[in-house]
């Protein structure tokens, strides 16, 4: 069972709002990605990071923004949300050691913005 | 590049039937395959994965996955479907080059009828 939390798991907010979302892992994994699907689509990368102060957008364009200052932590922040960023974003980390190479996910955030 | 096509996006089958799921894969390179299932408002959960090791992998809850190299296919298979498979079914393959990102196929949704 992978320890990857993302909070909140529903967010419902108005056009121009800031917003946050938060990712969590307790595994110590070096990778982290997140990810956006929209209902009934497949899973796009927009953002990775190899660690602490890196972070990379990944293939899909996004006006979101991510930062790595700790380990643990991943968030991903919308400055001025749009009705276009509804979708569902998708946390995850990669275990690489010990022979391994797998991606855990986190339970997601729905984020719906009127 | 990297990429998986999942041939059916639903499937329907009886409780007690058998569950094939269909995907087959491009990869320039030895490629890492997984298999992850979502259940309706959960995050993702991995099934099973292949890492170049037995061709015939076991994953949790009786689903299991056979690598074809000269079919370039990674179909998932269950002897027996139950009603809590019902779920969205995706095909992924690790991109080795650059960031090792994952790929996604665009999902398959088992639907199990009693």
């Known amino acids: 069972e992978a320890d990857i939390y993302q909070t909140p798991r529903y967010l419902v907010i108005g056009t121009g709002k800031k917003i946050t979302l938060e990712c969590s892992q307790t595994?110590?994994?070096?990778?982290m990605y997140w990810y956006q699907q929209d209902p009934g689509m497949e899973l796009h990368l927009i953002h990775y990071s190899y660690g602490v102060n890196s972070t990379e957008k990944g293939d899909l364009s996004s006006e979101s923004t991510v930062s790595r200052i700790r380990t643990e932590h991943f968030p991903l922040t919308l400055e001025s949300a749009r009705p276009s960023h509804t979708s569902q974003y998708l946390c995850?980390?990669?275990?690489?050691?010990?022979?391994?190479?797998?991606?855990?996910f986190g339970p997601g955030t729905r984020l719906t913005v009127l | 590049a990297q990429s998986v096509t999942q041939l059916d996006s639903h499937v329907s089958v009886s409780e007690g039937t058998p569950v094939l799921l269909r995907c087959n894969y491009s990869?320039?390179?030895?490629?890492?395959l997984f298999w992850y299932v979502q259940h309706p408002n959960k995050g993702l959960q991995l099934l099973l994965k292949y890492t170049s090791a037995a061709t015939l992998v076991k994953g949790i809850n009786g689903f299991e996955a056979e690598f074809k190299k000269s079919e370039t296919s990674f179909h998932l298979t269950k002897p027996s479907a139950h009603m809590s498979d019902a779920a969205e079914y995706f095909c992924?393959?690790?991109?080795?080059?650059?960031?090792?990102?994952?790929?996604f196929g665009t999902g398959t949704r088992l639907l199990v009828s009693p």
């Open positions: 995850a980390s990669r275990q690489t050691s010990g022979g391994s190479d797998t991606q855990y």
């Open positions: 992924v393959v690790s991109d080795p080059t650059g960031f090792q990102k994952l790929v």
């Open positions: 990869s320039s390179y030895s490629p890492s």
């Open positions: 595994m110590g994994h070096d990778k």
